[in-house]
């Protein structure tokens, strides 16, 4: 909330200078100096709270009233980094209910779901209170009003990696993709979560049938075959040859006529992988025409835009294939 909401709480609100308990308080005004080039039209409100702020601050008060001007001063302005951290400050010097604390930051981050500082304070107080019982509910309804949410994904994997939440992430991430099969953040979670269990075998050939069975779905969505990359490139060998069902899966979708540019990619690097693998030199000039054929495709078709990054890498494969039969 900024300094536009003031008309919400204005007939409520009492300025501090007609406060009797501020009256040893002498407001500080925030110095510009004597020609600002461009003066920032504060209200009055605005103005006189950060005025009595700067005196608190000055004069390093930590008390009750101070914890309160806080709360004014950050409904106004709840980026401003020096508040939230003095704030903190003051919390630890009173010995504060955190969780309480916990409570006001869960109202402010329903208003601010997207600035930095208040997610940053809220993992203070987790930190303080060595409990992160409420973080995932907290993560999933910010979540649930944007999926792609960078702050709350962030938030999210910290108290899972901090407090070892792992258990049931897996299907959170599922109901995400289901709910939004393009939702490469829920993609991107996913992957966070298998990297801590660890990608044995029996993981990466069960996440293969996963991302085709959703590739099937939606063939045109750069985060499933992205996610299908990352996986095979967890293998022992790391090459996206390895699983001749994958290969046969993504040549089967290009015989059926589809043209996703990101099933094409994933056949270049694939077919590109394995002319420089192969000694048997009929095997190489077939794969290689292959690739030449689909770069030829995505630069003039699938993917203008990216032409000349299609035609440099035909090129480079031409130069590596030259290379090895000399």
Known sequence: MSDSSDDEWSESFVPYSQRNEWKDITPLPQDDGLHPVVAIAYSAKFREIFDYFRAILARKEKSARALELTTDALRLNPANYTVWQYRRDILRELGSDLNEELSYIEEVIT??????????????????????????????????????????????????????????????????????????????????????????????????????????????????????????RQSESGSLSQFPHVIAFCEELYNNNSRSPYLIAFLIDVYSEQCLATSDGGERETLSRKVYTLCDDMSKKHDIIRRKYWQYVADQLKSKVGSKQL
């Open 111 to 232: 208003e601010n779901a997207k600035n930095y500082q208040v997610w940053h304070h809220r993992r203070v107080i987790v930190e303080m209170l060595n409990d992160a019982s409420k973080e995932l509910e907290l993560t999933e309804m910010a979540l649930g009003t944007d999926a792609k949410n960078y702050h709350a994904w962030q938030h999210r994997q910290w108290a899972i990696r901090t407090f070892n939440l792992y258990d049931g992430e897996l299907a959170f991430t599922d109901r995400l993709i289901s709910e939004d099969i393009r939702n490469n953040s829920a993609w991107n979670q996913r992957f966070f979560v298998l990297k801590h269990f660890g990608f044995t075998p029996e993981v990466i050939q069960r996440e293969l049938e996963y991302t085709m069975n959703r590739i099937r779905i939606v063939k045109n969505n750069e985060s499933s075959w992205n996610y299908l990359k990352g996986i095979l």
